[in-house]
């Protein structure tokens, strides 16, 4: 009858088979050279013969060692302690070591238990973000050494592998002060977290050092759902911007505020922290701080195995921290003002860090963004966003749910040479719109302000392998006109490196799909009408050689126009009021249009943005004059 593992093979047969003590054979197991080489042989002999695996926990324990590392963390479902025991796994296998993990649900009391228990079973320990009262943890070191802190400063005699939050919170802090905003609040989380305290104490040096800095400080916590809560305390606040406890948090908040109809960051700029893996697919992309998650994994595992081996070799320190800038913050809201309360005044561009502003005696009328964090898929390029009018109110909408690949005012082509310099699915005939890999960029080479209200951009536009196809030189030019101001867009294409052919969707069969050029995307509004010259309506305008058209919105007791002029070379309008509101003059309405190499294309449009209503009469004045 063969053996049950209960009757398994032990030390005490082959120490029978081989006719020696159990001592004798651990010590040939343990490659002693105490036992003479005959009788080595023979224990060896009987291990083969009875196929002998000796049991690694009880070879551990005659050693005296596991071969294993505890670690400790608050929550395993936190995405930076995931990342964080990634690298510790990877780096300790290769010691030849396994991780003992241990949860203590965020529970400060259950900690030094859970800690003492696992430190049993191991050789050394690792605590992730302990949240042990100070007194406490100094009580608990002593009892689980060797032992390595991860996001906790100990007593000098411990390691610790730390990341300055209070330094990540500030840069978050100092990023927000530059777009303007000087009223924040801080989503905190655990009360027992030291990075917590790390953050809190930053930002009180913070108000301290920034005029006008006020920082309204929220309880929430460290979970998605936490942050989802937080939303009406916040907006109750009356903040322009959040910094939250990290990025769950953040992603809590955003989901709750697009429930809630506010607009991120149009009406509310928000961060997170630590840069998790999921944090730039947020809507809208997440703005946050880069903490290298599985990196200190690693650094914690180097120096504990330094402690354990007892090398003396230097141990390099935690990596820099980065800020990771996407589409969740933006300048700070502009308070709206009543008709006939803009002031007057000159306008003029400014540079502000990586972007330049136009900006009048009433604020900022219009910011210019050069593309460079928009998805691949969105075709990259410049554009203008947000576009207010003298009153404040915002007149263009950014990467909207309805169509992310919208960027406010930008020259967007669906097809040039078969490359999309327009964003997201391309019309493919018999298959319909088609996620494909022909997104091409547009690429600012040089951009100077040649007098205070004329921005120029000279570009280059290159399909999806990286090859020029276009040159453009882009004017823009804001001034005062009529109770509100105008915005001159001129654009020169040159087909400097080879023939060009422009295509829209309508011109690859999909019928009134002639979008292309110049494109104006609006908000949404309670209600929009459209006026031209062709009558009032959407379908009066659509696809008509109107030299004008005029969108006025209401939203709620506030009335603006947004008054679009083609000065010349009037083409189709392109246009939709319903779904969502947008326009703009079409390159490509119902025929392709070509460039011979070296041929110039010229592109403009004026618009006019008020404060107040017009009707068909007075917007055909107002055409006319701009």
């Known amino acids: 009858m063969g053996r049950t593992p209960k009757d398994s093979i032990t030390i005490a047969d082959v120490a029978r088979a081989a006719e020696v003590s159990r001592a004798t054979v651990s010590r040939v197991m343990n490659g002693r050279l105490s036992v003479a080489p005959d009788i080595a042989e023979r224990v060896r002999a009987a291990i083969d013969r009875l196929n002998y695996r000796p049991s690694d926990l009880a070879r551990s324990l005659s050693l005296g060692r596991t071969d294993m590392v505890a670690l400790v963390v608050p929550d395993l479902g936190n995405p930076l302690f995931q990342q964080i025991l990634r690298g510790i796994t990877n780096a300790s296998a290769a010691a030849g070591y396994r991780v003992l993990?241990?949860?203590?649900?965020?529970?400060?009391?259950?900690?030094?238990?859970?800690?003492?228990?696992?430190?049993?079973?191991?050789?050394?320990?690792?605590?992730?973000?302990?949240?042990?009262?100070?007194?406490?943890?100094?009580?608990?070191?002593?009892?689980?050494?060797?032992?390595?802190?991860?996001n906790r400063q100990g007593p000098p005699e411990v390691s610790?592998?730390?990341?300055?939050?209070?330094r990540a919170v500030r840069i978050l802090a100092d990023h927000l002060v530059g777009l303007g905003h000087r009223r924040l609040a801080f989503l905190a989380g655990p009360s027992a977290s030291a990075s917590n305290t790390a953050r809190l104490r930053s930002l009180e040096v913070a108000e301290r050092e920034i005029p006008g800095l006020e920082i309204v400080r929220l309880d929430c916590g460290w979970s998605i759902e936490d942050g989802y809560a937080a939303v009406e305390r916040v907006l109750e606040s009356h903040v322009t911007a959040v910094v939250a406890f990290n990025d769950l948090v953040a992603f809590g908040l955003l989901a709750r505020l697009n429930e809630v109809g506010v607009a991120v960051p149009a009406d509310l700029s928000v961060t997170g922290m630590d840069d998790i893996g999921l944090a730039r697919f947020a809507v809208p992309s997440l703005t946050t701080v880069r903490v290298p998650q599985k990196g200190l994994g690693e650094l914690a595992w180097r120096r504990m195995y330094a402690t354990i081996a007892g090398s003396d070799v230097e141990v390099d320190g935690v990596p820099e921290l980065r800020l990771a800038v996407r589409a969740s913050t933006g300048p700070v809201p502009q308070a709206p003002r009543l008709h006939g309360d803009a002031p007057a005044g000159r306008v003029s561009w400014q540079r502000q860090g990586d972007i330049?502003?136009?900006?009048?005696?009433?604020?900022?009328?219009?910011?210019?963004?050069?593309?460079?964090?928009?998805?691949?898929?969105?075709?990259?390029?410049?554009?203008?966003?947000?576009?207010?009018?003298?009153?404040?109110?915002?007149?263009?909408?950014?990467?909207?749910?309805?169509?992310?690949h919208h960027y406010g005012v930008s020259l967007a082509v669906a097809g040039v040479n078969g490359t999309s310099h327009w964003g997201g699915r391309t019309f493919v005939r018999g298959q319909g719109p088609t996620l494909l890999t022909n997104h091409g960029q547009q690429r600012s080479r040089s951009v100077a302000v040649d007098d205070d209200h004329t921005?120029?951009?000279?570009?280059?536009?290159?399909?999806?392998?990286?090859?020029?196809?276009?040159?453009?030189?882009?004017r823009l030019t804001g001034s005062l006109a009529d109770g509100g101001w105008r915005l001159d867009w001129q654009s020169v294409l040159t087909a400097r490196y080879g023939s060009i052919r422009i295509d829209s969707p309508a011109t690859t069969g999909r019928p009134d799909a002639g979008y292309g050029g110049i494109f104006w995307r609006l908000p949404s509004a309670e209600t929009?009408?459209?006026?031209?010259?062709?009558?009032?309506?959407?379908?009066?305008?659509?696809?008509?050689?109107?030299?004008?058209?005029?969108?006025?919105q209401h939203r709620a007791d506030i009335i603006t126009t947004l008054l679009l002029v083609q000065p010349s070379d009037v083409r189709p309008w392109f246009l939709r009021s319903t779904g969502y509101v947008g326009a703009g003059p079409?390159?490509?309405?119902?025929?392709?249009?070509?460039?011979?190499?070296?041929?110039?294309?010229?592109?403009?449009?004026t618009a006019l943005l008020l404060d107040r209503p017009i009707d068909l009469a007075e917007a055909a004045e107002l055409a006319a004059r701009t």
Do not use: K
């Not at 973000?129 to 009580?139: A, F, G, H, K």
């Not at 009433?362 to 928009?374: H, I, P």
């Not at 959407?538 to 006025?552: E, I, N, Y």
């Open 101 to 150: 993990v241990a949860e203590t649900d965020e529970d400060p009391s259950a900690e030094a238990a859970i800690a003492v228990e696992a430190r049993r079973r191991c050789d050394a320990l690792i605590m992730v973000s302990p949240r042990l009262p100070e007194e406490s943890l100094l009580e608990l070191l002593p009892q689980v050494q060797p032992v390595i802190l991860v």
């Open 356 to 404: 330049f502003e136009l900006s009048s005696d009433s604020g900022m009328l219009a910011r210019y963004e050069f593309g460079r964090r928009t998805p691949e898929v969105h075709s990259p390029r410049p554009y203008l966003h947000p576009v207010r009018t003298l009153g404040g109110q915002p007149l263009t909408e950014v990467s909207p749910v309805d169509h992310r």
């Open 455 to 474: 921005l120029r951009d000279e570009l280059t536009w290159y399909d999806e392998q990286g090859r020029p196809q276009l040159v453009e030189r882009r």
């Open 528 to 552: 929009t009408t459209v006026l031209s010259s062709a009558g009032e309506g959407t379908d009066a305008v659509f696809g008509s050689l109107s030299p004008w058209l005029a969108f006025v």
């Open 160 to 166: 610790s592998v730390v990341v300055d939050y209070g």
């Open 586 to 605: 079409a390159l490509a309405w119902d025929s392709p249009l070509t460039l011979q190499p070296n041929q110039d294309l010229d592109l403009s449009l």
